[in-house]
């Protein structure tokens, strides 16, 4: 099959759904699993240990300007949908600029992020309350690596690490790093802040879970510990069996492949251990964006979904054949697998379907599903977006040998926030609210999860709903009598933070009968 040919079935159930979610690309190489981002893992050897280190890199820098090109022109036309326009980034491995597309089109944006010559080794992920995609820029004097920030709003790009070994992005776009001294750090906009932790031996995959935890596996003299460390607390190391592993969204599972089925992990608790029976064996596994599924191409070529919670298989189908990777996308619709002849076959999960077969390498960045469900597949040298309900070839664009690419979804036009400690204090109207903004989430119940936890602390912390659809879940503390006020107390949390006001609610006028 040649560039470009593509065998389909149409689809019944709308794959061009619109579903707020962005997508994060999987990498399925060898020693690469990282369902929140992607890793990489280099062997290096010292003395007799063997050192997994993680990459990944790119990022931008411009003049500081009132403008913004890149905002100016996607927002010349209108957003895709609510969550923003569908997007690709391309980041050359060489040390050339980055670049921007429009999907599905791939219509490129005559813009340039200066990436100062550092070479891209891999993209971390995209932080979309902070209009910030995280990597690791790789350094010649090291086998450690920089954690970069390319901030989209500003086009400013900054390094906020180094000597980092390992590192990933949670599910609520967060950053974090484990250093080559075994300490950990969390990414805040601008610094990172030093977790009180230490972690033993260098971790040869890592991910983000929720509520700011981060699981590692560790290799050790007699196989390889699986670890969940939460910040300030003792870490829980469990064993874990040889084969690969998959990590759920959230973080509250962990399935691994063995040689008669799936073994199922809950992090936190060691004791928490299931085993999915199933047989043949399975030569790889993925798991659902909600992470009550579980799905396991099997080597007869059966696809079966396994129910998270009961172990057994509730659902399966046959394929064209045996399938040796599997990737899902972040909206639980499509699933991508690779065939044991390289194609690569577009899966409904609702049915479990083949819809299409599609000509392509297997990438840890591509193919990728984008938000607004254009698949993007490296043909040669060549990157082609397929769209539409019977995936037809929408655009082709050239790249080079060690391009990376990131999908998302993303509004340039949204208003930037301003770090308090770079803005002059001003006096707010008697009737304003001020308060500071810790985070935004689209997540109602983390944005709970994460006030709880400053009140925990004893701060007055609390959820301020969305007044409209295009409105995220604030997190805020106050409100506060002056911005001064509100300024002091922010700079007291050690960590990033923005100034938010708005106009008070007024209250309903109570009803009255009338006489």
């Known amino acids: 099959m040649g560039r470009g040919e593509i065998t389909t079935f149409r689809l019944k159930r709308g794959v061009n759904q619109r579903i707020p979610s962005p997508d994060v690309p999987a990498r399925p190489t060898t020693g690469c699993f990282n369902r929140s981002g992607p890793l990489i893992f280099r062997s290096v050897k010292t003395h007799t240990a063997l050192w997994a280190i993680l990459a990944v890199g790119i990022t931008a820098c411009r003049s500081d300007s009132t403008s913004n090109p890149v905002m100016e022109a996607l927002a010349q036309g209108p957003p895709s949908n609510d969550i923003g326009a569908a997007v690709a980034f391309r980041f050359p491995s060489s ?21 100062e010559g550092r070479s891209t080794e891999t993209i971390l992920g995209f932080s979309s309350d902070n209009d910030l995609i995280f990597t690791l820029a790789e350094r010649e004097d090291s086998l450690a690596f920089d954690l970069r920030a390319l901030d989209l709003v500003t086009g400013r790009s900054r390094t906020l690490d180094s000597n980092v070994v390992a590192a990933t992005v949670g599910p609520t776009g967060q950053a974090y790093v484990v250093r080559a001294d075994g300490s950990i750090g969390q990414a805040e906009h601008r610094r990172t802040d030093t977790w009180p932790d230490t972690l033993t031996g260098v971790p040869t995959a890592l991910w983000g879970a929720a509520r700011g935890r981060l699981i590692a596996i560790i290799e050790t003299d007699v196989g390889r510990d699986l670890a969940y460390i939460a910040r300030g607390q003792p870490i829980v190391r469990q064993p874990l069996p040889t084969g690969t592993p998959e990590v759920s969204k959230w973080g509250r599972l962990v399935a691994v492949t063995v040689d008669s089925g799936v073994a199922l992990f809950d992090p936190a608790d060691p004791s928490a251990v299931a085993f999915a029976a199933l047989r043949p064996a399975p030569l790889a596994i993925a798991i659902s964006p909600s992470g009550h599924r579980i799905y396991a191409a099997l080597a007869d070529g059966r696809l079966v979904a396994v129910d998270r919670f009961a172990a057994n298989t509730v659902q399966q189908s046959q394929l064209p054949g045996p399938a040796v990777a599997l990737r899902t996308d972040s909206f639980g619709r499509l699933m991508l697998a690779q065939s044991e002849n390289g194609t690569i076959w577009a899966i409904d999960v609702i049915g479990l379907a083949v819809l299409a077969t599609i000509n392509g390498s297997w990438d840890r960045d591509l193919p990728t599903v984008a938000p607004d469900f254009t698949i993007l597949v490296r043909q040669g040298s060549g990157v082609v977006a397929y769209q539409g309900e019977e995936f ?5 664009v050239q790249e080079q040998t060690g391009d990376l690419w990131l999908t998302t979804a993303w509004d340039p036009r949204r208003p930037a926030l301003e770090f308090a400690v770079d803005s002059a204090p001003t006096t707010e109207p008697a009737s304003v609210e001020i308060y500071v903004q810790v985070s935004s989430s689209g997540n109602p119940a983390w944005a709970e999860d994460l006030a709880s936890e400053l009140q925990a602390a004893g701060l007055n912390a609390k959820v301020l709903r969305p007044d409209d659809d295009e409105e995220r879940y604030r997190v805020v503390l106050g409100p506060f009598a002056s911005r001064e006020e509100a ?26 009968s009338i006489p």
């Open 487 to 512: 300024e002091a107390s922010g700079r007291r949390l050690g960590r990033a933070f923005w100034i938010f006001t708005r106009e008070p609610e007024v209250p309903p006028e109570p009803e009255t």
């Open 95 to 115: 040390g050339r600029a980055a670049t921007l597309f429009r999907l599905p089109d791939l219509e490129e944006v005559s813009w340039r992020f200066d990436t």
């Open 392 to 396: 037809s070839e929408a655009a082709v």
